[in-house]
């Protein structure tokens, strides 16, 4: 289904800038932003921005893939936990599928995530990379 | 609340039925029921369905269906859960007669699934994930659970075996179920040497892309008496849900949904989960009948492969999960699939499951745990024998 690029430009904070919501209350972030803090139902915050090391807490090899990804399967996709405790979800590259284990230390690199059918609008936002990389 | 009952079941053709549209097994579960049930009338109708709009291009569903029924005119609603629709559409059924506002209610459930492409049904399914953080970075629904496999793995020392001998028992109970779309045994090795989805899941670990429907009628146990026909009472109905972003859950390795779901409905029962005798899980993966067997309180954290593995949730075993086959072998239309899991209850408690799947010594207590997405949803019926 095409989207609209407003739907797009609209995350650039969270996948551009890894924009986060601190709740003054909890001290809790959560990303991407939200209005109201799940913890304790606090609305005041600060917009942070997230660290971009973490660490591997779970992933799987996408080996059967979605039409748009069909040109870069087998891919790896992981959870990481960055150095701040918030945990995300992206795609592991620059190393091998086979390489991607829990605990592995990652960073996060700005990449481009797909691009809309032919033509269509092309999407960036973070991926992880091995730390070593 | 009234005390209430289901009095009659109805299911479609399962499978890859080309020749039915979503209108056409919607109405031949429907009329089923409603023969089973014998009763003459209805009075409210809650559908479960994910998504027909993708799926066949076709909202407004609860009016059109009850049309093709030859029920213009009924008070109609479809409900939406992703996976769980259907049982919420039990729940919503269940509320509407034990709160004395209706007295005899049809909960259904539909999902058309093989009108459009296979990529198109994979899009169609990830709606049920977050679209932005997680379907945006390449998430499948298989690769979801793939990822709570490996946490689950990691943490507890699960199993290729484990994970398998989900798939050989569900195989081997659907096989006996004359409605199942899949009803042939697999071998473990079968399942281990089958494509690779989303590592470690194989194609065999993955339910199937089914078009189907089920429909069953919820009324009072007085109405349910003077019909004549066989019931069983719903004691006990509980719905939770949770963040549907795996990544923002404090454990990927547990359903926090499902457990909140069995609580309140144990809660309202009266009962606890060691009262039950057999269930229905949400196996729409392997791993997913392990970890919600976890949730639900069956088993404590790691222990439900073992478990599996030795045999104790197999039909004759102490805990029998999946009489039906589970999502696995019978099916998934999304929609319909938490309706079917209260139709198999149904045949366990009143004595009429098929071909030799009768769980023996009259079980009289059955639970059933439907799932959205990745756990984002979850709703469970205890149901026990008139």
């Known amino acids: 289904m095409a989207m609209f690029s407003s739907r ?20 809790k972030t959560y990303f991407p932003k939200r209005m109201v803090d799940p913890a304790t139902g606090d609305t005041k915050q600060d917009t942070v921005v997230l660290p971009d090391a973490g660490k591997v807490v779970t992933y799987t090899v996408i080996r059967i893939a979605p039409e748009q990804w069909n ?63 | 609340m009234r005390e209430v009952c289901i ?29 089973a049930a014998g009763v003459d009338h209805l009075d409210s109708l809650y559908v479960g369905c994910m998504t027909g709009g993708l799926f066949v291009g076709q909202e407004h569903l609860a009016s059109l269906l009850t049309d093709y029924m030859g029920m213009a005119g009924l008070p109609a609603v479809r409900v939406e859960s992703a996976c769980a629709s259907g049982g919420m559409a039990v729940r919503q059924a269940f509320i509407d007669v034990g709160s004395g506002t209706s007295d005899i209610v049809m909960a259904s459930g539909v999902e058309k699934m093989t009108d459009c492409s296979g990529g198109d049904a994979t899009y169609a399914l990830a709606t049920a994930a977050d679209q932005e953080y997680e379907v945006f970075n390449g998430a499948t629904f298989p690769g979801l659970y793939a990822m709570m496999a490996t946490a689950h793995m990691a943490k507890y020392g699960t199993t ?79 719905a939770g849900t949770d963040t549907i972003q795996l990544a923002q859950r404090d454990d990927m390795t547990t359903i926090k949904a499902a457990t909140i779901a069995a609580d309140r409905a144990f809660k309202m029962a009266g009962k606890t989960i060691a009262d039950v005798n057999l269930v229905e899980v949400h196996d729409c993966f392997t791993i997913a009948e392990i970890v919600v067997a976890e949730s639900i309180g ?4 790691g222990k439900a492969g073992p478990a599996i593995l030795a045999g104790e949730t197999a039909l004759d075993g102490k805990f029998p999960m999946n009489t039906s086959g589970g999502l696995k072998s019978k099916g998934h239309p999304v929609g319909a699939t938490g309706v079917a899991q209260v139709i198999e209850i149904y045949k366990q408690l009143t004595g009429q499951a098929e071909n030799g799947r009768q769980v023996a ?26």
């Open chain 2, 7 to 35: 009095v009659g079941v109805g299911m479609s053709q399962w499978g890859e039925v080309w020749r039915m549209s979503l209108r056409d097994l919607h109405t031949q579960a429907a009329l089923r029921a409603i023969a």
């Open chain 2, 361 to 386: 010594g009259s079980p009289k207590v059955g639970m059933t745990q439907n799932m959205g997405g990745s756990g984002g949803s979850s709703v469970v019926h205890i149901m026990e024998v008139a």
């Open chain 1, 8 to 27: 797009i430009w609209r995350e650039f904070p969270h996948r551009y800038r890894l924009e986060a919501s601190k709740f003054k209350k909890s001290g």
């Open chain 2, 160 to 238: 290729r075996e484990m994970l398998s001998a989900v798939a050989v028992k569900n195989h081997h109970n659907g096989s006996m179920n004359p409605d199942a779309q899949y009803p042939f045994k697999v071998s473990a090795e079968q399942v281990a040497k089958s494509v690779m989805v989303a590592d470690p899941l194989h194609i065999l670990d993955c339910s199937p892309i089914t078009d189907g429907a089920a429909a069953v009628i919820v009324t009072t146990v007085d109405i349910a008496k003077k019909l004549g026909k066989p019931y069983v009472k719903i004691i006990g109905s509980g």
């Open chain 2, 298 to 301: 069956r088993y404590k954290p």
């Open chain 1, 71 to 133: 040109d870069i399967a087998p891919y790896a996709l992981a959870i990481a936990e960055l150095t701040d405790g918030t945990r995300l979800m992206g795609q592991v590259v620059d190393c091998a599928v086979d390489d991607v284990k829990i605990g592995m230390e990652v960073r996060i690199e700005f990449r481009r995530i797909q691009s809309e059918g032919h033509g269509g609008v092309l999407s960036y936002g973070y991926k992880f990379v091995p730390k070593w990389y």
